[in-house]
């Protein structure tokens, strides 16, 4: 991913190849320049519950594709890289730390655009 402030003040980003990443890429990224851009403020994550557990990487913050619900939010099969049926379903993308997240933890939540 690039985040680039170029002279005469334009900017780029450069997003990844595969879906998911470039979705994380335009949540984390993109949305909050284009919205600084624009006088507007950051959206700021909102809380939730995991209901079950959510799968972590071994040292770095995950960005899952999970469906909210009455009593928390899910995660969605088909959560890989490139896949995007999951991704498509997805109401969120929780922000699970390393290691992952247990049934009932509270986690933060982006809004999927």
Known sequence: MLLAELPGGRHLVGLPGNPLAAVAGMVTLALPLLRALAGRSAGEPSPAVAVDPLPGHPVDTRLLPVRRTARGVLPLPYDGP????????????????????????EIELLEAP
């Not at 049926?85 to 933890?105: F, H, K, N």
């Open 82 to 105: 490139a896949m995007l049926r999951g991704l498509a379903r997805a109401d969120a993308l929780a922000v699970v730390p390393p290691g992952g997240a247990a049934a009932g933890d």
